[in-house]
């Protein structure tokens, strides 16, 4: 699991679950104890208690792990539900219990049963929203930034924006000439070589209507250059053959290589050398 994957709601999710766990050691019931006499074997806590621990306590955690996992490996399903849906389910069941035991409890409610009921309340709270709130779906951890750009082809083997090393055929101590980024590049006919003997001076247009030639046209540029990007948060790979089965799956805190774009998606690269189209490129981080 890539933990850069977790959003924020992951995180709340996960936070929540802590504090629940937590309140399962903690009395559920609040008992006045007389002066001089000695209650603490009178105070249960949710382990004493195998049905509260199982429908709230326990049901909240395991809710949470479903969703945390759920979203970090989508696809995995249980009886027709993906896990983060079954996962919510358990958080919504957890509250649920826990509300109606807190209101039926015949005594006043210990710290145990009140922290518990917070706990879960936090925990449904986060499973729910946290598809659809947009400062919830942002990443929990941000994606590394660049050190510097470097043209495609800039990395020895396969690298990401801002890796050491010098373009393949680039010697020690050699400067990068050319336009294409590597020495010895085709120019632009007429173009000098800085630095390179016998390099021919650019011709002057006037002199070259005079004498009947014609003034070299410049060379055409392309329309895409390959870029680095990153993806804010996780988001499917598609086949470039229009598959509706994902090839492969983007985490946040990976750089990959966008080699064509296609209308608004993306055909991209990913460092295992599967290629496929990244529909959504909305919030992308370019390298």
Request: glycine fraction near 16%.
């Amino acid at each position: 699991m890539n933990i850069r994957s977790l959003t924020r709601g992951d995180g709340v999710v996960i936070g929540a679950a802590v504090v629940l766990f937590i309140a399962s050691f903690l009395d559920l019931t609040s008992i006045d104890c007389p002066s001089g006499v000695d209650c603490s074997d009178y105070g249960i806590n949710a382990w004493d208690n195998l049905g509260l621990l199982m429908s709230v306590f326990l049901a909240g955690v395991i809710g949470a792990a479903l969703v945390v996992v759920g979203r970090a490996m989508p696809g995995r399903k249980v009886a027709g539900l993906d896990l983060g849906q079954f996962g919510v389910a358990f958080c919504v069941f957890a509250l649920w219990t826990a509300f109606w035991t807190i209101i039926d409890m015949p005594s006043d409610a210990g710290a145990g049963m009140i922290l518990g009921l917070l706990a879960a309340i936090v925990l449904a709270g986060g499973a729910i929203a946290a598809p659809l709130v947009p400062a919830l779906k942002a990443p929990l951890m941000g994606a590394p930034r660049p050190q510097a750009p470097q043209p495609y082809g800039a990395q020895p083997g396969y690298g990401y924006p801002g890796a050491q090393g010098q373009p393949f055929g680039a010697q020690g101590g050699q400067p990068q000439t050319g336009g294409y980024g590597y020495p010895g590049a085709p120019q632009p006919q007429g173009a000098s070589q800085a630095g390179q003997p016998g390099a021919a001076a650019p011709a002057d247009p006037a002199a070259q209507a005079a004498q009947g030639g014609a003034t070299p046209a410049p060379a055409p540029g392309g329309d895409f250059s390959p870029f680095w990007f990153a993806v804010p948060v996780a988001r499917p790979l598609y086949p470039e053959d229009g598959s509706p089965n994902p090839v492969a799956e983007l985490a946040p805190g990976t750089w990959y290589l966008a080699v064509e774009q296609r209308g608004q998606a993306l055909v991209a690269q990913t460092q295992d050398g599967r290629r496929g189209v990244l529909q959504d490129t909305t919030g992308i981080q370019r390298g």
